[in-house]
């Protein structure tokens, strides 16, 4: 009985990592860990999730939280007040693209959670002085440095 535990059978990995990166997701947007102000558009105000960030390379994602200071719907006709979005940025090209969104009736990601998260989402390149760039030139590594802290 002991052999067979530590028969390592592929499929039973893969099922192990998958169930520990969904409970990091689900940790990550639960509420858990502080929501920093980060900006603001003229729509909404911007929050981030500094400690969520995980960097790869040239990438990092992190979860974002905007706060409209009006309901939006979403594809579904469900009204949403706020919404947290993990996005991963290429650091390198300057691109973002959204993995994961919800919408939530209340304001700062409270209330019912309302699905929004695009099949294949596509990268999107980021315009000077966005949100997205802002980002990039917060948590990127500069050149003078291999890693930085904010």
């Not at 499929?11 to 969904?22: A, E």
């Not at 469900?78 to 691109?95: P, V, W």
């Not at 695009?118 to 980021?126: A, Y």
Request: proline share 5%; with cysteine.
């Amino acid at each position: 009985m002991l052999t067979r535990l530590f028969n390592f059978n592929p499929l039973y990995c893969l099922l192990v990592c998958l169930v520990l990166i969904g409970s990091k997701v689900t940790h990550a947007q639960s509420g858990n860990l502080p929501w920093v102000e980060f900006g603001q558009l003229s729509n909404s105000d911007v929050y981030v999730q500094e400690n969520s960030i995980e960097r790869v390379g040239d990438y990092f994602k992190i979860w974002v939280l905007y706060n409209y200071h009006n309901a939006r719907t979403s594809p579904s006709d469900e009204a949403y007040r706020s919404a947290i979005t993990l996005f991963q940025f290429d650091c390198q090209d300057n691109k973002s693209q959204k993995l994961n969104s919800y919408g939530h009736e209340e304001a700062m990601g409270k209330g019912r959670q309302i699905d929004l998260l695009e099949k294949n989402p596509l990268w999107i390149e980021l315009p000077p002085n966005s949100i997205g760039m802002h980002l990039i030139e917060a948590y990127c590594p500069s050149p003078n440095t291999s890693t930085r802290n904010r």
